[in-house]
T-cell receptor
């Protein structure tokens, strides 16, 4: 069974630009969660999507948004990028909403210059 | 506020030298406590879920235990391939998100 895939793996953007990251969950998994990982703050929860609806949201500004499609694939978008948005963005999938046995993808390394 | 604290931050062991990693938590309405392993440049890999105090789970050289205030990840006779960062996380009935600790970076020398 294929694991969680994320594209792109690496991305370099300039301050003020916007970026869209993509996540394909494990087949049969319907919940997708997004996390930001930085050396200073560690792993922080961004949001969870289930059945195309955002079910839960972490403490991040509105510049961070996401969506989920009918095939459970998910995208997250960050608008008006700031230097502090440089991080590893991880997507995790699980079978259902609130199922915390999550399986992570390899992440997208975003660098903002 | 819910908090998850891991100690030590870093641990260096000789191959075969058993030890334990600690995860202390203050979470109201604990739904579950989770252990993950993360290798450099990769996403975390799920290891265990513990739901109630007294519960234990084992996998190869790893054994996770849970009390009402902390969890331990015991590593028996570690090998160099066990070198990684070990993360613990909690989920609460009250706020639905997962709260991660900062991790313990384990290095096992041959």
């Amino acid at each position: 069974k294929a694991g969680v895939t994320q594209t792109p793996r690496y991305l370099i953007k300039t301050r003020g630009q916007q970026v869209t990251l993509s996540c394909s969950p494990i087949s049969g998994h319907r919940s997708v969660s997004w996390y930001q990982q930085t050396p200073g703050q560690g792993l922080q929860f961004l949001f969870e999507y289930f059945s195309e609806t955002q079910r839960n949201k972490g403490n991040f500004p509105g510049r961070f948004s996401g969506r989920q499609f009918s095939n459970s694939r998910s995208e997250m978008n960050v608008s008006t990028l700031e230097l502090g948005d440089s991080a590893l963005y991880l997507c995790a999938s699980s079978l259902g909403q609130g199922d915390y046995e999550q399986y992570f993808g390899p992440g997208t390394r975003l660098t903002v210059t | 506020e819910d908090q998850v604290t891991q100690s030590p931050e870093a641990l260096r062991l000789q191959e075969g030298e058993s030890s334990s990693l600690n995860c202390s938590y203050t979470v109201s309405g604990l739904r579950g406590l989770f252990w993950y392993r993360q290798d450099p440049g990769k996403g975390p890999e799920f290891l265990f879920t513990l739901y109630s105090a007294g519960e234990e789970k084992e996998k190869e050289r790893l054994k996770a235990t849970l009390t009402k205030k902390e969890s331990f990840l015991h590593i028996t006779a570690p090998k160099p391939e066990d070198s990684a960062t070990y993360l613990c996380a909690t989920a609460s009935y009250n706020n639905n998100d997962m709260r991660f600790g900062a991790g313990t970076r384990l290095t096992v020398k041959p």
